[in-house]
């Protein structure tokens, strides 16, 4: 892709609080190497309270995105640059760690896959690419797309998500800048009013570190309510490792109550599989039964123990999602 060398005036850009100077870093050039850490500690303190002035934004969209994925829909997220690097992060944490399909949790990036590992940031001006690469996804009124960018401007992101609604899709907006163009083409918008970075600008500082909070807990809490997690354990995994079979056998003990030979041996019954472990133990199946129990359940593990238990006995009242709450 060309891109001219003439650059037009942007009136807006240097109005936006995460490109301000910040005063506290301004003399950071002649500062010693623990005051340059001290004060991008003191910056970096910060995000977690912007993030929590998004809360009742976060859950919107945590439900809109476990009932997406209960029906069969997808989470696709959008971004260009330190954004779409973020997104794909978190998009492929997630077979792992929730047993997900790859194809339930998605990422689209300005540039494609190579600008994971090499700048392509001119990419993020074409609103061309952001409507073809987010049209290549083929989104309907099934998915959630959410759209991330610290400026809330990026041409590429604006454009996917606009594509996006216009299908029908569900889509949520991730900025750190109010009253953005993103923000107005989402259904949902997550503001994280961070402020004016150490470094004027390098919005993968704080404004990058509130993306990455704010999409762990997109992911998080959608797996929890659809309940890929059983209390908060990471019943999940896949047991490919030594490292991760220990940590599978410390599930079943931790969970169920068993030593750590009856966990294993629980496990080895279980084919290797945790919830099947646990749904087998907590619910008193066969690993057969287990195993058609959590289909059932959509692999909502606390729901597929429930599943096992007469109702009169049962003590595993829950609120995870069920396509009706």
Known sequence: MKHSSKVSP?????????????????????????EIARLINAEDSKVAEAVSQALPQLGEAIEAIAAALYKGGRLIYVGAGTSGRIAALDAAECPPTFNTDPRTVQFVIAG??????????YNEDSRRLGERDIARKKPTNKD????????????Y?????????????KTVAVTCNRNSELEKAAHISIVAEVGPEVISGSTRMKAGTAQKM????????????????????????????????????????????LDRAAAQAALRKAGNRVPVALVMVLGGASPKEAAEKLKAAHGNVRRAIEMCTPADNNKLRFRTYSGSS
């Open 10 to 34: 942007d009136p807006v850009l240097n109005t936006l609080p995460t490109e301000q100077p910040n005063s506290a870093s301004r003399e950071i050039d002649i500062a010693s190497s623990e």
């Open 112 to 121: 494609g896959s190579r600008s994971l590992g090499a700048a392509a940031e």
């Open 144 to 155: 959630v797309i959410v759209g991330i960018a610290a400026s809330g401007r990026t041409p």
């Open 157 to 169: 992101t604006v454009a996917a998500l606009e594509y996006a609604r216009s299908r029908g899709a």
């Open 214 to 257: 704010i999409l762990n807990i997109l992911s998080t809490g959608a797996m929890a309510r659809l309940g890929y997690v059983y209390g908060n354990l990471m019943v999940n995994v896949h047991l490919k490792n030594k490292k991760l079979m220990e940590r599978g056998i410390t599930i079943v003990e931790r969970a169920t109550g």
